[in-house]
Structures are given as structure tokens and as C-alpha cells.
């Protein structure tokens, strides 16, 4: 069908379905982009991903909303409201609605008690906590190295539970990258090659602990745990050169600051590897 009609008029029935259909695909691309975003550190699995993209276009809908269904009909809305759910008595809607609530209860109680059973760890946490934390991240440590640096001295957790916790299963490059900014930034100052100037990061770094190797163990302490993340291979494949320079440099002053007859260098011989130092 042609945009223009035989009598040179335009069609504009045509083209107002056209717009409609482009803007769909638009708002729906979009949409489903911004979620993957979100899902990619939010979701636990590939399955929720999936779950979480393909509902990026749905809009939550209130009891209100689903109240509205039933108006005008009172007969069926009647009808409706008297039925039961499992005999037990309960209205259709608001019976399944608790009944699901509880369910969910139930599973996560026997889920509970089978890691207690088993002895699994629960120190991992949500994937909704992971991604407020991974957000909060994001806005302390993006702006420079000194601003990340100031970040991982203000963390009270220490630095393998905080890999624990949030990064067991997936760690981004981006939180590497900030990572190794700081611990390089903390490094020339305790070599006394800063050309930051920060003063708010050496008066934070001073105030932490008076023992003079402070400094080195804090860095080993954050070298050593980001080796327990997920995908952590992979995080440092994706730094970008002046990253991975850094990372180098931090990985030698550790080498050569350690005493090698007591030190745990497992780790360190990893970074050899991936760094191919």
C-alpha cells in the first residue's frame, strides 16, 4: 500500500499506522536494552534474566485495577468473589493472592533449613541488596581514583567479605577497574609518587591505622579476595591498558614488599598468569 493515494492525496491512515508500529518496536527495544542493564547484576541466574527482559514492557497493576475488571458485572463478580480456593473458603482473587504468599513463605523456610541442614553459607546476599550495593558503587567510585580509594577505606566489611557477599557470582570490570585505581593510587602514595595531591585521601589514609605496614597489607588483603569473584578471569581481560599497567605494578610492589618465606603468594603467582608477567 503506497503512502500516496491515486488522486495525489496522502495516505495518512497508512502512515499514522506505520508511526505506530515504528514507535512500538522503538519503546520495546528500548525498554528491553535498559532492563538487560539492570538484569545483567540484579538477576542470580540466566533464567531470571531472561524472565526479567521479557517483562520489561509490563506495568504493575494495583488491586484498584484489577477491582475495575469486575464492575458492572455484579452478578459474575459475585459469583466470582463466593468461590474457593482449594475449598478452603476463601474469596477467588484475594484466596489466591494469600495463598501464594504463603506458599513462598514455606519454600523459603524449608530453603532455610536445607542450607542449615547442609551447612551452606548465607553470607551471599540478594540480588536486590548486590545491586543497591553495586549502584551505591557505581556513584561513590566512578569519579576518580582518590573518590574510590576514600570508598574502600570507609567499607567497614573487610575486603573478602565484601567479595563474598556481593561479587561470588559475577564481578564487573568496571569494579575491577576501580579497584586497581585505588589500590594503585594508595600504592604511589605510599611510595611517595602521588601526583594527585588529594589532601582528603592522605588525611583519611593517616587516620586508619598507625602500623607501617598498614598500607601493603590493605592492598594484598583486596588483591587476594578479588581472585574469589565470579568471572574474575574475565573482569581482567576486559581492563583497558593503563589498568592492567597498574595492575602490574601493584602486583610487583606486593612481591617485592612481602616477606617470601612466610608469604601466601597462590594468588600472586594468578596474577602472573593472567597478567603474564
Same mark, same amino acid.
Given at each position: 500500500m503506497s503512502a500516496i493515494n491515486k488522486d495525489?492525496? %496522502?495516505n495518512v491512515s497508512m502512515l499514522e499506522r506505520q508511526v505506530r508500529e515504528d514507535m512500538a518496536i522503538y519503546t520495546k527495544s528500548r525498554a528491553e536494552d535498559g532492563m538487560k542493564k539492570r538484569a545483567l547484576h540484579a538477576s542470580v541466574d540466566y533464567d531470571e534474566f531472561k524472565n526479567l527482559v521479557s517483562a520489561s514492557q509490563l506495568k504493575p497493576i494495583g488491586r484498584r485495577d484489577v477491582s475495575s475488571l469486575f464492575n458492572g458485572c455484579s452478578g459474575s463478580h459475585s459469583t466470582l468473589r463466593n468461590r474457593t480456593v482449594h475449598g478452603g473458603g476463601i474469596g477467588c482473587l484475594d484466596g489466591y493472592i494469600d495463598e501464594k504468599k504463603k506458599n513462598e513463605n514455606k519454600k523459603k523456610? *524449608? @530453603? @532455610?533449613?536445607s542450607q542449615e541442614s547442609k551447612g551452606i553459607s548465607s553470607s551471599t546476599k540478594s540480588s536486590r541488596d548486590a545491586y543497591n550495593f553495586l549502584a551505591l558503587w557505581k556513584q561513590q567510585c566512578s569519579s576518580s581514583a582518590g573518590a574510590a580509594l576514600s570508598f574502600l577505606l570507609q567499607i567497614e566489611e573487610k575486603?573478602? @567479605? *565484601?567479595?563474598e557477599q556481593y561479587f561470588s557470582t559475577d564481578v564487573d570490570s568496571d569494579v575491577v577497574g576501580d579497584i586497581v585505581s585505588a589500590l594503585h593510587l594508595l600504592m604511589c602514595l605510599a611510595l611517595d609518587k602521588n601526583d594527585h595531591n588529594d589532601e582528603s585521601v592522605? =588525611? %583519611?589514609i =593517616?587516620? @586508619?591505622?598507625?602500623e607501617p605496614d598498614s598500607t601493603l597489607k590493605? *592492598?594484598?588483603s583486596w588483591l587476594k579476595a578479588m581472585t574469589t569473584c565470579g568471572r574474575f578471569d574475565l573482569a581482567i581481560s576486559f581492563m583497558t591498558a593503563t589498568q592492567e599497567s597498574q595492575l602490574k605494578e601493584i602486583v610487583e610492589f606486593v612481591k617485592t614488599s612481602t616477606d617470601t618465606e612466610n =608469604?601466601?603468594?597462590d594468588y600472586l603467582c594468578r596474577y602472573n598468569e593472567l597478567l603474564k608477567c
Open positions: 495525489g492525496s %496522502l523456610e *524449608i @530453603t @532455610t533449613k575486603p573478602e @567479605t *565484601i567479595c592522605v =588525611a %583519611l =593517616a587516620g @586508619t591505622s598507625d590493605f *592492598i594484598s =608469604a601466601d603468594d
